[in-house]
């Protein structure tokens, strides 16, 4: 009877287990050049040697002395001795062992859902094919070790894991699982035939790991399973197989949580004295996030720490692919590094494949097939180089990239674990959406720039989104906007990058096109932001200085400034924009900046000149005989008049406006002119009848659909609750009006009715619930960099701490109140802090410092005007005028020396008593 030799025996069993020659050696302490030898019989291993490759190879205490004999070659030595036993076959250790799975060195993290499922699906009948899918390094491997392990007990005959990653000829598939499960067949039989006999009354589970760049011999696993009904497969590749019966089984990224467990417990074994912090905490979270929560991304990262503190770690993540080298040594080499990881992924590709890959990464966020074909395909028609159109050729290739085989094509990227379909994701149309993980896209970006297209390919993504951004512009002022948002949302980071690139480019006109575009879309979700890309581009020297691009991104940036509540910076903006429209002669679009630096001026306190160009802008409207913009500017001109209390005036305005809507059949317009209506009867106090207009506005924008005007116009109806005592009916309105804006994004509005809220609270008794909602606006308006509001949050925790009978820190929160509003220019806020700290001074028995606050403050509201309207204002915990005279003579003397300073006196002598915030 033939037996094979130790040397053989050991080349199946190193195999079977997983192990290269190299993994062998390492783990045994010998040279690879041992094992070879010893695997060739060219070496009898010594007595230490198989000792320790006893351990490696799982041989159990029982078999170790008939183990250590065979590979001495003694045993039939010791069986010839033995009389009438010269024919006893060897005994060697079992071929094919009921289970050969790798040990891994490490614990699974963050995969119980998974590990549930997989388990599950792999105990069941539905299906005996299971492909494990996902992206390299997203841990493939060990989940189906894992699974695996977990499963033995339902495989009689044993579990097999059968690693293929250095099978490079899909040929050789056949005759590896053979030699790993010792099948051999010397009559001559076809391998397969012999492979279905083995197996057919088998109960056994294969764990073929790798799979993906052998899916030619798919086939040789379907015939495999439809002759062996106990036989199951679970593959491990970072593509399908697409066989009749294969259920996929796609592995995502870890979830933020367990990907941060990960990051530690691997950070602790590479330095022992590593641990979180709660300031190290979010950074290891950043961490995690930048490289996607892909584990062998995690691994490598944390390798890093015995060089690197976390956030010297996360700035150096800026370049992954450096940094994310040196994994350890018992890795196959493509996941040393995670730039081999991926490679191997690319290189598997065609040359097709490749440059739509490679031309994907520019986009930032995701994808639909619509950017895909408009930025990647070659087949667009003639391109030049042509800045007004923004076609720019792409480079010379061998084939041409047609734009009706992108979908085949990113198909197929995906089924390959580098584009990802994003879930839970439909657009309106129910078009899909995919995206590549960064670590993979910033692979993708080097190649781009390596084959020379990077820049073209940026070129046209600018010009698709400039398209986009052109094309929603009209729809983003029409009833139902809404989805036309969700899709420039979406983009964002795409419409993002496609700025910065044209900025950095010096593309001054394209940059101010595309911003510009987006006033609407940065009005309700991104003012901050949106400002500060038109403020860069209106920096960039511009061949058209005197371009409507340039008039119309002006009148864009003075209405962000005014919504982030810079007054200063918007009528600076604003008059710059009016002027240049003047030069272009343009009417209509002169009579909408006009509007919008009406309402900057206003907010300043100049409240003539707002009157003077509201009525320039009505007249313009007339001469033009565009009912449909005279509405708006009446709607304006009516706020401008009751700034100034010519409250019949305004009333005549409106009406008109209010007529020109119904007769235009406009609902908007005629929502919008009762809402208007509402802000003129409100100013004369008559809180009923702005109630009901309110009411009636209310109405019709929840008919509309208008979620933006019914979230501020529930706000006002809010705000005159509040204003009546009726805190019940304001509490209820105004947290609709706060769950429109948080779906709406839009963090100012959040916060004047967080801020609201905290009023109300008050209102209630409940000081608790009120300190809460101030700090929640607070951090809101300093996100914003909106001053005004930050400034009314500040007092009104100040009087908070004044109740409370906190001098001190009622001071300091008055004094930094204070300051904010005379830096803005805001007169009112500035008087409701002089009184405040007026009542603080008497307070701590300071009666002549608080006579003459009391005194500067009267004569500050005396000189300030009427007060704003509700829409441009954040509201105060304030007691409205100062405090009579009182009758002492003394305190009098104060109070007329308070009321003869200047602004500017009276904010330095109000500071004079301000103590350090705590």
């Known amino acids: 009877m033939d037996h094979l030799s130790f040397g053989q025996w050991l080349k199946r069993r190193r195999q079977g287990l997983g192990m290269t020659q190299h993994d062998l050696a390492q783990h045994v302490g010998y040279s690879v050049t041992m094992i070879r030898k010893v695997e060739a019989d060219e070496r009898v291993p010594s007595r230490q040697l198989v000792e320790a490759l006893a351990e490696q190879l799982r041989i159990t205490p029982d078999e170790r002395t008939a183990f250590l004999r065979f590979a001495r070659d003694e045993l039939s030595e010791d069986l010839e001795d033995l009389p009438g036993h010269s024919a006893t076959p060897v005994p060697q250790p079992a071929l094919a062992p009921r289970s050969v799975l790798p040990i891994p060195p490490t614990a699974i993290v963050g995969r119980d859902t998974e590990r549930a499922s997989l388990g599950a699906m792999l105990q069941g009948d539905a299906s005996r094919l299971i492909t494990l899918t996902g992206p390299g390094g997203v841990g493939k491997t060990r989940l189906a070790l894992q699974v695996a392990a977990e499963g033995q007990p339902a495989f009689s005959h044993g579990v097999h894991f059968i690693p293929l990653a250095s099978v490079l000829d899909p040929a050789l598939v056949e005759s590896t699982l053979a030699q790993t499960l010792g099948v051999s067949d010397p009559s001559g039989r076809r391998l397969r035939d012999s492979l279905i006999d083995f197996l057919a009354d088998k109960r056994m589970l294969l764990v073929l790991d790798n799979f993906e760049h052998l899916t030619p011999a798919a086939p040789l696993i379907a015939a495999l399973l439809a002759a062996c009904p106990g036989l199951k497969v679970l593959v491990t590749s970072r593509s399908p197989l697409h066989l009749r019966g294969e259920q996929e089984f796609p592995l995502l990224p870890l979830a933020l949580n367990p990907a941060i467990q990960l990051f530690t417990q691997r950070a602790t074994n590479a330095r022992p004295d590593f641990h979180l912090t709660p300031d190290t905490t979010s950074v290891v979270g950043a961490i995690c996030q930048r490289l996607d929560c892909l584990p062998l991304a995690l691994e490598l990262a944390a390798a890093r720490v015995k060089l690197f503190s976390p956030p010297a770690l996360l700035t150096r993540l800026e370049h992954r692919l450096t940094v994310l080298t040196g994994g350890a040594h018992d890795l196959p080499t493509r996941q040393q590094t995670l730039c081999n990881t991926i490679a191997w992924s690319y290189n598997l590709l ?17 994808f639909t097939l619509d950017a895909a074909e408009a930025v990647c395909a070659d087949d667009e028609g003639p391109r030049t180089k042509d800045e007004g159109d923004l076609r720019f050729p792409l480079g010379p290739t061998s084939f041409v990239l047609r734009r009706d085989e992108i979908l085949d094509r990113v198909a197929s990227l995906a089924d390959k674990s580098l584009v990802i379909q994003m879930r839970n994701f439909e657009s309106a149309e129910g078009e899909p959406r995919f995206t590549i993980l960064e670590t993979i896209r910033e692979f993708a970006l080097e190649q781009l720039e390596a084959n020379g297209e990077a820049d073209t390919v940026r070129a046209r993504r600018l010009s698709f989104f400039l398209g986009l951004a052109e094309t929603a512009e009209p729809r983003l002022i ?43 879309f940065w009005f309700h979700r991104h ?3 949106g400002l500060t890309y038109l403020m860069r581009a209106l920096r960039l020297p511009d061949g058209a200085p005197l371009s409507r691009t340039r008039a119309k991104a002006l009148s864009a940036a003075g209405e962000l400034a005014r919504q982030q509540g810079d007054w200063g910076a918007a009528r600076v903006i604003a008059e710059e924009s009016v002027a240049l429209w003047r030069t272009l002669d343009d ?17 300043q306190g100049d409240y003539a000149t707002s009157l003077t160009l509201t009525e320039e802008a009505v007249g313009l409207c007339r001469e033009v005989g565009d009912r449909w913009p005279l509405t708006l500017a009446l709607n304006a001109w009516t706020i401008a008049l009751v700034i100034q209390a010519r409250y019949p005036a305004a009333s005549d305005a409106i009406a008109e406006a209010l007529a020109l809507s ?10 919008s002119s009762l809402s208007h209506s509402g802000h003129v009867v409100l100013q004369q106090g008559n809180y009923a009848a702005a109630r009901a207009l309110y009411m009636e506005s209310v109405a019709m924008w929840r008919e509309l659909d208008n979620r933006w005007m019914l979230a501020n116009y529930l706000f006002l109806r809010g705000y005159i609750a509040w204003v009546e005592g009726d805190y019940v009916q304001a509490t209820s309105v105004c947290h609709e009006s706060l769950a429109l804006w948080r779906e709406l994004r839009h963090q100012q509005r959040i916060a004047n009715t967080l801020n609201l809220l905290g009023l109300i609270a008050r209102g209630l008794g409940d000081d608790e619930e009120a300190d809460r909602r101030y700090r929640e606006s607070l951090d809101l308006f300093r996100a914003a960099a909106h001053g005004p509001g930050e400034a009314a949050v500040l007092h009104n925790l100040g009087r908070l701490s004044e109740a409370e009978a906190d001098s001190a820190r009622a001071m300091a929160l008055f004094g930094t109140s204070l300051r904010l509003n005379h830096a803005l220019g805001e007169w009112r806020g500035g008087a409701f802090c002089l009184i405040a700290l007026g009542r603080v001074a008497e307070q701590v028995g300071d009666s002549q410092r608080a006579g003459r606050l009391f005194g500067a403050a009267e004569a500050l509201q005396s000189a300030g005007g009427p007060l704003i309207i509700p829409d441009d204002r954040v509201e105060y915990d304030f007691d409205d005028k100062a405090p009579a005279v009182m009758l002492d003579e003394p305190y009098q003397a104060a109070w007329m020396e308070g009321r003869a300073m200047t602004l500017e006196q009276a904010v330095a002598y109000a500071l004079e008593m301000e103590s350090p915030e705590g």
């Open 527 to 529: 003012y901050h932001e």
């Open 662 to 671: 119904r007769s235009l059949g406009d609902r908007r317009l005629i929502a």
């Open 587 to 603: 009417k209509r679009s002169l009579a909408q900046a006009l509007l919008r630096a009406s309402t900057a001026i206003r907010l």
């Open 478 to 520: 029409e009833a139902h906007h809404a989805e036309w948002m969700a899709r420039l949302e979406n983009d964002l980071d795409n419409i993002r990058a496609a700025l910065d690139w044209a900025i950095t480019q010096g593309k001054a006109d394209l940059c101010l096109r595309l911003a510009a575009s987006l006033y609407e």
């Open 350 to 366: 065609d040359e097709v494949e490749k440059t739509l890959f490679r031309r994907l990464a520019v986009f930032v966020g995701g």
